[in-house]
């Protein structure tokens, strides 16, 4: 299951090297798909014990991570990380093919269907398929009647 080596484990499946056997064995249900914690409220269940104890908090609505910067709350660390480069600045997600930055993966992972032509994002109304939601939402007021722009006041 693993190799120990300067204080290093191993995993058999896919060769991630992990610091702690605990690490191994929780990295390990990645494989197994085991899921041991599960929410009492809506039985969603996790692997990870920390995961199980963050999801609790969409539940009751606690935000115990407070930016020092603006004041706003977060319900786990990893949010509060993230938030925070909206006052640092910071894009640590760079797009290989056009050199744009992005302050989230998930914002880069998206921003990738525009060089890809992935369009998973397609109109209930009439199936035109776009590569991001803003498009979608533009392409929506056709539909509505809606104007996509606001009349500046005189």
Known sequence: MYQKGSKCYKCDICGKVLTTKSNLAIHRRTHTEEKPYRCEVCERAFSVKGNLTEHKRTHTGEKPFHCEICGKSFSSKGYIKIHKRVHT????YH????????SERCSLKK???????E????????????SVTASLKRHSLIHTGEKSYRCLPR
Do not use: L, S, W
């Open 89 to 92: 600045g910071e894009r640590p």
């Open 119 to 130: 369009k998973p994002h397609q109109c209930e109304i009439c199936g035109k398929a776009f």
């Open 111 to 117: 921003h990738n269907h525009v060089h890809t032509g």
């Open 95 to 102: 797009c290989e093919v056009c050199g744009k930055d992005f």
